[in-house]
Each structure stands twice: as C-alpha cells, then as structure tokens.
C-alpha cells in the first residue's frame, strides 16, 4: 500500500485508490478477497511438533550437509556445520531421522563402526559416522526434540529393543554403559519412537494387516527404559490410503501400543524446480486441498476405532517433490532440488492446513532438512544459504503454542487465498497466501470476537514464480516489512501475486 493509506483514508474508502495506484506501479491487478476471522471459535492447539523437520541418510542432507566433520576446514562446531547450527537453532521443534528408506545405524567409535550399503539410494556405502550420538549431538544444538524412526521392514523387534535401551536406559546395563563410554552418561531420553517407515513400500512393501501383524511383535518390547515413556508411532497410509488404515486398525486387536499414526503426502512436480510454468505450479498447489481433506478422512476413519482419540494423527513426510536435474543430482547428491519462490508458497499453503487442522494433529515434518526436496538449507563446500522454505517458517513460527482459531475465505477457489489464524492472549497471528502468479489481492479480513488496535506485517514475495535463492544469489529473497491497517473489527493489506504474509495483530 502507498504511504497515503492511513487508518482514516482506510475508513474514507481509500483502498479503492491504493488499489489504482499499485495496479498501474506494478503491473498486476488487485482482486478484492474477504477473509472471516472468529477469534472465539478455538480450533486447537497449533503444538510446536506441527512445525518438524525430517533427516535422511540421502544425497548431501547428512553428509556435506550437516554434517562435515571434525576435520573438515568448512566450519563447524565438532563436526557439526557451524551455520546450518545457527541458522536452525530454534528453528525446528522436533526432527525425525534416519528413516526414510534406510534406517541402518552406528553406535560406538566412528573407525569401528560397520560400512553398510543404501541399497535404496544408489547403493552407496555408508559408514555410518553420523550415528545416534551424532543425532542426538546435533538436536541438543539446534534445540529440537528427537524423533527416531527403527527398521521394521529388514530389522527385528530386537535391534528396535536395544536401541531404545542404548538412548533411554540410565546406567547399569551393558547398551546403557556403552552410550556412556562413548561420552554420554546420561540418557537421552528420546520419546518419538517410529515403528518401522513406509511400511507399504520401500519399508516392505506390505498391506495394512501384514504390517499390523509385526507392528504388534515389535511394539511389545518397546518398553519404557527411564520415565520417558515412549509414544510410539505406527505407519500410517501413502495419501489418502483408507484400505490400508482399516486392514491395520482391523488386524490390532485390542491390545494397542499405539500413540501416533503417520501418513506420508507429497506434492510431485511435473517439472524441474526452475523450469515450472504457471499451470504446472497451479497443479501441484491444488495437491493442499486434497492433503487437507486426507487429514479430515483419515482422523474420522481413526476415530472409528479410537473413539476416544487417544491416538494422534502425524503427518511425518510432506512437501514439494519436483522432478530432479541430473547434473544437480551428479554435483550436490540424490533429491538435491533448487528451493523457488514457488517453494516458499507451497509451504506456506501447507502450513496454513497444518494451522486450520491443529486440533486433528500432532506431529507433522517436512522433507527435507538440508540439500533434499523441499529443503530448508543448501550447502555447497563451505556456502550455507537459506531457502524460501527457511523464510516460511521463520515468519510462521509465532503460530507455535498459540491456539488456532476459526476463519473462511468468502469466495473460496481450489487454487486461491490462503489463511490460517492464532491467538494467545492479546496477541493474534495471521498468515495469507496469494498463490497466484498474475493476480494482486486486496484482502479485507473481518474480526469477531475480538477488536484489533495494531498490527505489523512482513511479507516473502518474488514476481518471478522460479526465482530462488541460489549460490550465486543468496539473499535474492528474503522476508521484509510491510504495510497493514488495522480499524476495530476490520484488518486489511495488500498481496501481490506469489506472496506469503504474516501480521501480527495486537488486540484490545
């Protein structure tokens, strides 16, 4: 908005004019798009865990990426990348590792440990330097809670045991000695236990009851080895997969060790990262609505067997996944994919489910942490540059612990504004997305149940839908401050097209 939009000229009617004046400065329109905001209508607890990141041994995400090595002449705090540190510290509530597919592991001197072999990511030998304690290390640093995910799929209830005996089991046993011989005398008291990963495909490629069958068998010696008792997640559907949650829920019995269930939903691109067209963007952006409707089926088919929702639904890997540039895989490693300003606002259109839906969520991570898909960071010898998707959940994280409340856009489309809103005293957070590549919004929310005495805004926006911020350009992207007005029951802004908003409203 121009300078001359104060609170009078808002309540004169002068956003008409601010809306000629920016059309003919820049080169789009503005539609008028109404937003409703009930600030008494609670929708649920927007839990930090909402916000998580996933790691897997693939491509650069470990190795070169967060991890370079005590030795490594790139910075680093004891092996740990210095930067990646600082800029995710904080940043994440909770991250997943290591599986993924491979979910191999190495506990004791790194020179001992076993050489084993990725057989689902190129065969590459994998010496396993990066192992428990250097998981643990890394989340200590960057404040995140711990989420391991064991292997069901070529493992045995008892590897799954003894590891949660290694990480959680004071002192006195032999796995609980060893963790303190290899520097860690207190336990690490991890709670997030994944039993087995994509159990219906690279994890074994089983039905629901099959993997009900083991879940049962490995999920009776998952005992609690300290006074963190564990909450254990079962393999949920790929998508929207009923069949396979009522084959597992129908073969459970009623003895069920279950405290998570994880769905996995990717947004696949029809195209390289940097080569989308509009219609190629708009058809992975209508993949949220369908992830928001598979969150709302898939929590009423889990109620029918768990009537008293004692079991929360996760939704442990999502994200864009875009076909890969072979030379990039070749330079950077498996899945490595640029991060665009498309990136940036599918994230925030699945962010804005994940906030809508709080109260039908525990967990959700997105995939991946460094250099992978949908990715937060990427790294090339010592360079660290922060991606869009950095830049979405850096401006969204003031949702986090804040209830979730009720809003509705008034003339909604598969592919149109975006909104979710949270509050926490007098305090409001509201994030809008503008997904459209060619179109402006002036957006006119209502407000109910309370009144708004100011606000601020900042805002991620690149006219250009395949800008990213590269190696060359780091900082071509980045979060800046924005104009919004604010009049009682009213709060209104502009969104040029490919934006992602965030205001925080103070109320009276």
């Known amino acids: 908005m121009p300078k001359s939009f104060t609170r009078r000229g808002f309540l004169l ?76 510290k904080g940043l994440v509530p909770v991250l997943r590792w290591p599986g993924g597919c491979f979910a191999d592991d190495g506990v004791g001197p790194a020179a001992k440990r076993p050489r084993t072999v990725n057989v689902h990511w190129g065969n590459n030998t994998e010496d396993n330097s990066f192992g428990t304690n250097e998981f643990i290390g890394l989340c200590r640093l960057i404040e995140a809670e711990p989420y391991l995910s064991a292997n069901v799929g070529s493992g045995t209830p008892e590897e799954m045991r003894d590891w949660m005996e290694y990480c959680n089991y004071p002192k006195g046993s032999s796995l609980s000695d060893l963790r303190a011989a290899n520097g860690a005398p207190e336990p690490f008291n991890v709670k997030y236990w994944g039993v087995g990963n994509e159990n219906w495909g690279c994890g074994g490629q089983m039905n629901g009851d099959e993997y009900a069958t083991l879940y049962r068998r490995f999920s009776n010696y998952a005992r609690p080895f300290s006074e963190t008792r564990p ?11 009923q069949d396979w949650t009522r084959k597992f829920w129908g073969n459970m019995g009623t003895r069920r060790a279950v405290q998570g269930f994880a769905m996995h939903f990717y947004s696949r691109g029809a195209n390289f990262s940097t080569k ?30 768990d009537p008293q929702k004692q079991v929360g639904l996760l939704l442990d890997e ?36 994940i906030h809508r839906q709080a109260g039908k969520l525990v967990m959700t991570n997105i995939a991946q942490i460094v250099n992978v898909l949908h990715s937060m960071l990427l790294t090339d010898g010592p360079q660290c540059v922060r991606t869009t998707t950095y830049y979405v959940y850096q401006m969204t994280k003031a949702h986090l612990s804040q209830t979730s409340i ?47 005495r100011s606000a ?16 060359a350009t780091p900082d071509r992207i980045a979060p800046r401050d924005h104009q919004i007005a604010v009049e009682g029951a009213r709060i209104v802004t502009d969104l040029p097209p490919l934006s992602v908003l965030t205001a925080a409203v103070r109320l009276v």
């Open 456 to 471: 601020t805004a900042r805002i991620l926006h690149d006219a250009d839908l395949n800008a990213a911020n590269t190696f």
């Open 406 to 452: 009720a809003v509705a856009v008034e003339k909604p489309e598969p592919v149109g504004l975006s909104v979710s809103a949270s509050r926490r005293g007098g305090e409001l957070t509201l994030t809008l997305v503008n997904p459209k590549p060619d179109a402006g919004m002036t957006v006119n929310c209502s407000l109910a149940g309370a009144s708004a």
């Open 231 to 241: 909450f254990l997640v079962a393999c949920g559907p790929s998508g929207n997969n």
């Open 276 to 305: 989308f067209s509009p219609a190629e963007m708009q058809q992975q952006f209508s993949s949220f609505p369908d992830i928001e409707k598979a969150i709302l089926e898939q929590r009423a088919l889990l109620d029918t067997y």
């Open 318 to 353: 999502w994200g864009v996944w875009d076909r890969m540039v072979p030379e990039e895989q070749t330079q950077y490693g498996r899945l490595f994919q640029q991060i665009t300003m498309r990136s940036a606002v599918a994230a925030a259109l699945g962010l804005n489910v």
């Open 13 to 88: 009617g002068a956003g008409a004019a601010s809306a000629a004046i920016l059309t003919s400065r820049r080169g789009f329109s503005l539609e008028p798009a109404g937003v409703s905001i009930d600030a008494s209508q609670e929708v649920g607890l927007i839990r930090p865990e909402l916000h998580g990141q996933f790691a897997e041994h693939l491509g650069s995400c470990i190795y070169g990426g967060l991890w370079v090595g005590k030795d490594s002449p790139i910075p680093n705090i004891d092996g740990y990348r210095k930067q990646a540190v600082e800029y995710l």
